[in-house]
């Protein structure tokens, strides 16, 4: 029910404002023609740019996130950023049909005077329509009288919601609790426990029951469920599995069956796969045929003058799902080294001088490209470790592991954002693998852009962790 109001006032919305643009629309163009161009206007002509401007607006509002169709949540720095970016899905689309077509017969002065007006007019109504239509659209008898049942929830961050609610027409009466607990809702009376639920209902005339806390036994949800269905009243639960595992959970629908899992995972899909290996090939394919003989050769003339020995260095990884695989890298340190499980320090004695400024500028890296190409590595994706490491790290974060879902990455997430080299404390640890999860969770094709532009920056301008 809640959903589907927010929904349903955002496309109320959506449409009062579309009728208000076109209102905006044709009263200006008579002004303009009644003072700048009498007896020159071609109303057919014009109806053209006035239906654009409306499926401009349309298009606007069939794009926007789901988060941010709350109208009566947003703040005023994002209705004015809501109102700039609906005038340019207008401005995109009637400047693209006036290019196109090449239309000389439309007022110049009248479309370029027409856009500013048009933001104010976005920008008023995204300020003040929403609260209006709440007003009216959930009034009488389309407020819900609800009562409040806590079965051990938590109410702290029930009630502000309660009270953003309030202006969608949920009308709380009354709380009902059998929790040995103190924790009430402030201005909110305490009516009773489950044996005065029924008498409640009556005396409050009560259309809807708010379950916070999802009960856990099977008899009394059974209970709930049959009296709200007998009387007619909705029920809704408060889905607190964030608080009973510990962390977000999402639900998937598959195949008529309803699961809960920890995560989305965009990667899980063949067609998202296939969208990163192409990108994957188009990054990589020109670095190892244009660059990497290059820089080979480079490499192999500072090796023999300052580091005799290979000029690759084939290290054991740890890959997707913890599957071993050999990275290649430019041979950084010098031929005898005692400890390779050693983490890299900044003045590690085990480099040679032309090796610094090679990781310092992610030179070292190039060879991984090789692992991209075979299919062992993605350009994008959380920086595989050493076996040891995964298994020393998984005990200080028991999350670890999780980023083991997707391939490992050249660079990632957590490397743009300054989250690379030692890990030299438990929260520098946390801070990276937080930031890995989160791009397995969120993972798009233009996520994967914006990581490799910030990272080419990166090569050029080296961060203070780059050693």
């Not at 090939?281 to 192999?300: N, R, Y």
Request: net charge positive.
């Amino acid at each position: 029910m809640i959903s589907e109001r927010s929904r349903g006032l955002y496309a109320v919305h959506s449409v009062v404002q579309a009728v208000l643009v076109t209102a905006l629309f044709w009263g200006w163009l008579f002004l303009v023609s009644q003072f700048y161009a009498p007896g020159t206007v071609d109303c057919r002509r014009y109806a053209i740019y006035s239906v654009l401007t409306v499926v401009g607006l349309m298009l606007k509002a069939l794009t926007t996130a789901p988060a941010r169709r709350a109208l009566l949540r947003l703040r005023v720095l994002d209705r004015l950023r809501d109102s700039f970016v609906q005038t340019l899905w207008i401005s995109t689309l009637l400047l693209f049909f006036l290019v196109s077509a090449k239309d000389k017969s439309i007022s110049r002065l009248f479309l370029f005077t027409f856009l500013p007006l048009t933001y104010l007019l976005l920008a008023y109504s995204n300020s003040k329509l929403p609260a209006f239509l709440a007003r009216h659209l959930f009034a009488g008898n389309r407020v819900e009288r609800t009562i409040l049942y806590n079965t051990g929830g938590n109410l702290k961050t029930l009630g502000p919601w309660l009270r953003r609610q309030e202006r969608m027409g949920l009308r709380v009466l009354g709380m009902l609790s059998d929790a040995a607990t103190d924790e009430t809702l402030p201005d909110l009376p305490v009516l009773g426990g489950t044996e005065d639920l029924e008498r409640v209902l009556t005396e409050t005339k009560a259309t809807q029951i708010l379950i916070s806390g999802f009960p856990m036994f099977k008899n009394l949800l059974q209970f709930l469920t049959a009296l709200c269905e007998r009387r007619g009243i909705r029920m809704l639960i408060v889905a607190d599995f964030e608080d009973k595992f510990g962390q977000a959970v999402t639900m998937v629908d598959e195949d008529g069956i309803r699961f809960l899992t920890l995560r989305d995972e965009p990667l899980e899909s063949p067609f998202n796969r296939l969208l990163k290996r192409i990108l994957d090939i188009a990054v990589s394919l020109p670095v190892v045929v244009g660059i990497l003989p290059f820089t080979t050769l480079v490499v192999w003339l500072l090796q023999r003058r300052q580091a005799p020995g290979p000029v690759f260095y084939i290290q054991p990884r740890a890959g997707m799902q913890n599957q071993p695989f050999g990275i290649f890298k430019y041979r950084s340190m010098y031929v005898d080294n005692p400890d390779v499980n050693r983490q890299t320090s900044k003045h590690d004695e085990r480099i040679y001088p032309a090796g610094r400024w090679l990781r310092r500028l992610s030179i070292d890296e190039l060879p991984q490209f090789l692992n991209v190409l075979k299919g062992s590595m993605s350009v994008v994706g959380p920086r595989p470790h050493l076996d040891s490491h995964n298994e020393q790290w998984s005990r200080i974060m028991a999350n670890y592991h999780v980023r083991t879902f997707v391939k490992p990455g050249i660079t990632g997430l957590a490397q743009v954002r300054g989250f690379r080299g030692e890990a030299t404390t438990d929260e520098a640890l946390r801070l990276r693998v937080l930031a890995d999860i989160e791009y397995i969770e969120n993972w798009s094709i233009a996520l994967d852009a914006l990581i490799i532009l910030r990272t080419a920056f990166q090569v050029v301008v080296p961060p203070k962790m780059a050693y």
